[in-house]
């Protein structure tokens, strides 16, 4: 069966970086497109970054353009999440989670538990 | 403040039937397609609805969705007590050049 599993969170100060990632398993992790989508404490789900199956487009949420990269290695099966310049609005769980499609954004049809990142001075 | 809008709350009473909302524009819900997501705090949100109108296998036919228009609707039917959670749209939108998700509707089953 399809498990996503994140690791990397944890308590940092603002300003600094922090890399995620997120084991795959349980279909062809070279195939699907993969996204992280945030859940800051006591509001909605907010996605964060796309990446397609080839790495070779990605999208970002305006919120972190030009402060997080998404990227993958085929061979770990595994999806990254490397963020730098963090801020406190920055403070969520994070979810990976698996795009149906390969190519384009279709929809996520498998997510993970999530890692706690929390920003704070 | 999300360009997808829901309404932040919903409640009926078990055994009833909800409809929850999700009201975008042409360069969203529009153009493409529409998928709802069942979502408790803290854990793995859910599918429960892709392509306006289909579901997962696994889904019970409690749930339906629809799409007229520049809105979607999701509605739930038989409500249970453990139908009690967050449930949010989703779409593309090729303005932003993103995905973007409703501001999420907690269901409260009386």
């Known amino acids: 069966q399809v498990q996503l599993v994140e690791s990397g969170g944890g308590v940092v100060q603002p300003g600094v970086s922090l890399r995620l990632s997120c084991a795959a398993s349980g279909f062809t992790f070279s195939s699907h497109g993969m996204h992280w989508v945030r859940q800051a404490p006591g509001k909605g789900l907010e996605w964060v970054a796309f990446i397609r199956h080839d790495g070779n487009e990605i999208y970002y949420a305006g919120s972190v353009k030009g402060r997080f990269i998404i990227s993958r290695d085929i061979s770990k099966n595994t999806l990254y999440l490397q963020m730098s310049s963090l801020r406190p609005e920055d403070t969520a769980l994070y979810y990976c989670?698996?795009?149906?499609?390969?190519?384009?954004?279709?929809?996520?049809?498998?997510w993970g538990q999530g890692t706690l990142v929390t920003v704070s001075s | 403040q999300s360009v997808l809008t829901q309404p932040p709350s919903v409640s009926a009473a078990p055994g009833q039937k909800v409809t929850i909302s999700c009201s975008g524009s042409?360069?969203?819900?529009?153009?493409?397609?529409v998928s709802w997501y069942q979502h408790l705090p803290g854990t793995a949100p859910k599918l429960l609805i892709y392509d306006h109108d289909k579901r997962p296998s696994g889904i019970p036919d409690r749930f339906s969705g629809s799409k007229s228009g520049t809105s979607a609707t999701l509605g739930i039917t038989g409500l249970q007590t453990g139908d009690e959670a967050d449930y949010y749209c989703g779409t593309w939108d090729n303005i932003l050049s993103a995905w973007v998700f409703g501001g999420g509707t907690t269901l409260t089953v009386l």
């Open positions: 042409s360069s969203n819900i529009g153009n493409y397609y």
């Open positions: 989670a698996k795009d149906f499609g390969s190519q384009y954004i279709s929809y996520f049809d498998y």
